[in-house]
């Protein structure tokens, strides 16, 4: 079944769920049923396989090139993998058996694709132990503004002149996959580095005198005065530093009887008219004085004489910087930079490039590369660049260099599994804990070789978790994960149904009150399971006012526990019901999917290709949603899927699509009972909430696999199976304690390991 217009949520394409599905989550399907027998494979899974896909597949078929028929028995799938993992995405996506061959019922489909990816995970563990190739990722738009921040010390925004970062591998925008750079990103980033070094390097007033000498097109005779006739034009070309207003004083006077105009010129554009008075030769001529704004760079400075005015004499030319003060912000800047307050002698050139490249690349750097940038601050210096813009000449370039850009870790000298770098693996621990670079400490542990050690690693997870930069891995994981994040950006309501019901204010609120949630599960080491069945959620004044509650005040957020039940933990949050509905009404079918996708990592198929969009299906008008669906679900090949998806939306029926209660739509009453596949009853979002708490298994395996994946900035693979599986297992001991999933995944053979293939290498 689909509903036409479909909200586009931020699921992972349905080949990539189901290639990277590790559980069965549809737990309810096969709750209660008896335990597995031995011979299940053989006595139920094979039979059917052998049904439909036996004429093409058959093992006695020397043509046959894809055998997987071959296995006998249920140790058998595990020994071919990748093609076990193909079996079990063609039943799911319907590519297989072929539309004009027999067809397995939805039912059978189901099953067995969800036994095939239960038995790969479960198996998972005998195969050899992976760490995986990590790509060299560039840094994402959030990482490269946090970087600049702790490397330069100013809070700067990029994020509507960088172009929005694609998703992949977990869904995450930090996948090396997806971070390539094209030739325009190149280019802001050469704007943005310029921009970034004028903002945070304090350089000298720009102050410069010109004399008939330099004036162009150069003129022979008379170096006090150059003669500028009618119709004709003299000035200069000046480089200046920042960009910002200068002075411009003009010494020009005619010795005629009328007064004579002037037009001055700025790169050929005329910015400013004046008028020369005539002078005896007792009297001074004043400077005639403009102001003009002048970006960075090289600018043409003219003054013409019109056809209609005198002849002039040109005899000094003054620009000067209208310099601001400076704030602290920039003060401390220049101070982190160069070593010292401006006023002060700085260190070397040399000096100061060495220490700033050792903090952007994120490791030591060489002489050689050292002495390569310093190339650059020499040739300003050559050609009379104040000291500063000669340095800022330099850091420009490593601004621009890919060992900045990207996150590249050094290859081991050995083939197989290795130990990181100690700085790459400082940069893995920052770039997810803090989405940015590493701090002082990081470093200094790096210099001294013991970020390896698992009790440093331990002791720097609970410094880090205590900074407040761990609200940007709060901010990035959790909206990214929810989808979230696009509320009051791309997800809003419909202004014409809910005119002067809600503001942008609110709209942040609700997407920040997830972040808020999970931000106190890491601060506080709370259990991960309170964000899918808790009493609970972070809000301030004008959520408490939208969920109904009086007794918070303030625009802080603040822990508050819901009395009722029916609101507390993901399913209570206004940010999710709204993401999980189209902008003018609600959708079970948006809601159950993304209850199934999201929390419990449960990929609902798409639907098959001949069933009608719900808008399309006959259906009286006047009925309500519940029973459109009812009767949509009419339709064997529908049935499968909504039997399981329908009953989790109805359950959140009573939150609008501003989250808000209520008890009817329009004048029908809100039905929010269900029942779920295995028969479980329920009734309102209270009673769902104690369902969905049964599947905590399911929601931690999904959650582990979502955070590995973002901890790793890659896509993870069945290789990686082991791995989240004892992550699950460690997490289970440790009581689902969020610090405990941190711990596991820092101190996993993935995180702090690279598998590198000289084979893999060359290809």
């Not at 009395?563 to 993901?570: I, M, N, S």
Request: proline letters at 6%; a negative charge.
């Amino acid at each position: 079944m689909t509903e036409s217009g479909t909200r586009s949520l931020p699921y992972k394409s349905a080949m990539h769920l189901y290639l990277m599905l590790g559980v069965c989550l549809i737990s309810d399907v096969i709750q209660g049923a008896e335990p597995e027998a031995a011979d299940h494979f053989e006595a139920t899974v094979r039979p059917i396989l052998v049904k439909y896909c036996g004429d093409c597949h058959d093992p006695e078929d020397k043509k046959n090139k894809i055998d997987f028929l071959k296995a006998c028995d249920a140790e058998d799938i595990s020994k071919d993998r990748e093609l076990w993992k193909n079996v079990a995405l063609q039943l799911r996506n319907r590519t297989m058996p072929p539309v004009d061959e027999e067809q397995p019922s939805e039912d059978d489909r189901f099953q067995l694709s969800v036994w095939i990816s239960e038995t790969l995970r479960s198996t998972a563990c005998q195969a050899d132990e992976y760490a995986g190739p990590v790509t060299a990722r560039r840094l994402n738009r959030t990482e490269y503004d946090n970087t600049i921040r702790d490397l330069v010390g100013i809070k700067m925004d990029f994020t509507d002149f960088l172009p929005t970062d694609g998703s992949g591998g977990e869904g995450f925008d930090n996948n090396g996959e997806t971070l390539f750079l094209p030739p325009l990103l190149m280019e802001r980033y050469l704007e943005a580095a310029q921009r970034i070094l004028d903002a945070a390097v304090i350089t000298p007033r720009f102050e410069k005198e010109f004399n008939p000498i330099d004036f162009l097109p150069p003129q022979a005779g008379d170096s006090d005065a150059y003669h500028i006739q009618t119709g004709k034009e003299a000035g200069i070309v000046v480089n200046v530093y920042l960009e910002g207003d200068y002075t411009l004083k003009l010494y020009l006077e005619t010795t005629a009887t009328e007064h004579s105009k002037a037009v001055l010129k700025v790169d050929g554009i005329p910015a400013d008219r004046f008028e020369i008075k005539p002078v005896s030769n007792e009297e001074k001529q004043p400077f005639v004085t403009v102001k003009v704004h002048l970006a960075r760079g090289l600018h043409s400075l003219a003054v013409h004489i019109p056809g209609d005015a005198q002849a002039v004499q040109f005899r000094q030319f003054k620009i000067s910087e209208e310099v601001p003060k400076h704030s602290n912000e920039k003060t401390l800047a220049h101070q982190r930079i160069f070593g010292t307050e401006h006023k002060e002698t700085p260190q070397g050139a040399k000096q100061i490039i060495n220490t700033f490249m050792h903090r952007a690349f994120r490791r030591p750097v060489t002489d050689a590369e050292v002495d390569r940038f310093f190339t650059l601050c020499e040739r300003g210096s050559e050609r009379g660049d104040p000291f500063a813009e000669a340095v800022k000449l330099a850091l420009r370039a490593v601004l621009i260099s890919p060992h900045f850009l990207f996150r590249v870790e050094p290859i081991p000298a050995e083939s197989g599994i290795q130990p990181l770098d100690d700085y790459a693996l400082a940069t893995r621990l920052s770039y997810f804990l803090w989405v940015s670079m590493p701090d002082d400490e990081l470093f200094a542990l790096a210099a001294q070789g013991k970020l390896n050690d698992e009790q440093v690693l331990n002791e720097q997870i609970t410094r880090m978790l205590k900074d407040p930069k761990v609200n940007a891995f709060a901010e990035e994981f959790t909206g990214q994960w929810l989808g979230t994040h696009e509320v009051a950006r791309r997800v809003v309501p419909s202004t014409e149904k809910f005119k002067n019901e809600f503001s942008t204010e609110l709209l942040i609120d609700m997407r920040n009150e997830p972040v808020h949630f999970i931000h106190h599960l890491l601060s506080e080491n709370g259990s991960l399971l309170d964000l899918l069945a808790s009493d609970y959620s972070y809000i301030n004044a004008r959520l408490a006012k939208e969920y109904g509650v009086k007794d918070v005040t303030g625009e802080e957020f603040r822990k508050y526990v819901f009395k009722e039940g029916e609101r507390g933990g993901v399913l209570g949050m206004g940010g999710v019901h709204l993401l999980t509905s189209y902008p003018d009404r609600t959708s079970q079918v948006l809601r159950g999917a993304w209850v199934l996708e999201t929390l419990l990592g449960t990929p609902v198929p798409s639907p098959p290709a001949d069933v009608p969009p719900l808008e399309k299906a006959k259906v009286a008008k006047d009925v309500s949603m519940r029973e459109k669906l009812k009767k949509h679900r009419d339709n064997p090949a529908c049935a499968a899927c909504h039997d399981i998806i329908d009953p989790i939306g109805f359950g959140l029926d009573n939150f609008d699509v501003l989250g808000r209660w209520r008890d009817k739509e329009g004048k029908n009453d809100i039905d929010a009972s269900g029942v779920m596949p295995d028969g479980k009853t329920f009734n309102g979002p209270k009673e769902l909430k104690q369902i969905l708490a049964d599947k905590q298994a399911e929601y931690i395996q999904h959650l582990t696999e979502k955070m590995l994946g973002y901890a790793l900035g890659r896509s993870l693979v069945d290789e990686d199976q082991c791995v989240l599986q004892r992550l699950t297992e460690h997490l289970e001991s440790k009581d689902y304690k969020a610090q405990e999933l941190i711990r596991g995944i820092v101190v996993s053979k993935p995180f702090r390991m690279i598998q590198y293939s000289e084979e893999a290498q060359q290809n």
